[in-house]
Nanobody, 124 residues
């Protein structure tokens, strides 16, 4: 089992940057595939990015491709989401997630563990 805690959210102007961190407790962080999702009120949780266990393979939603970068540091049990060129439509609660299964990683249903979420607000 793993516990996930996000940090780094906040308020930023359009065009600015934020870096989210997700610290994982428990053992064997390197055995988990990690994902970032986001959700706005009244909408389903939306895939943002995912990364494989070694960090050598990543995948992004089209809406964030070229602006966001997911990475991980297995020595620190942490996964990151660097967000650049932020837009007001990026405003959401961002969630970190983890799974041991490598399939369907763009679906929230693939993930067993979730952080509590952190607010990101981009002002225009």
């Amino acid at each position: 089992q793993v516990q996930l805690v996000e940090s780094g959210g906040g308020l930023v102007q359009a065009g600015g940057s934020l870096r989210l961190s997700c610290a994982a407790s428990g053992r064997m962080f390197s055995t988990y595939y990690m994902g970032w999702f986001r959700q706005v009120p009244g909408k389903e949780r939306e895939f943002v990015a995912c990364i494989n266990r070694s960090g050598g393979s990543t995948n992004y939603a089209d809406s964030v491709k070229g602006r966001f970068t997911i990475s991980r540091d297995n020595a620190k049990n942490t996964v990151y989401l660097q967000m650049n060129s932020l837009k007001p439509e990026d405003t959401a609660v961002y969630y970190c997630s983890a799974t041991t299964r490598p399939s369907l990683l763009r679906s929230s249903l693939a993930y067993d563990y979730w952080g509590q979420g952190i607010q990101v607000t981009v002002s225009s």
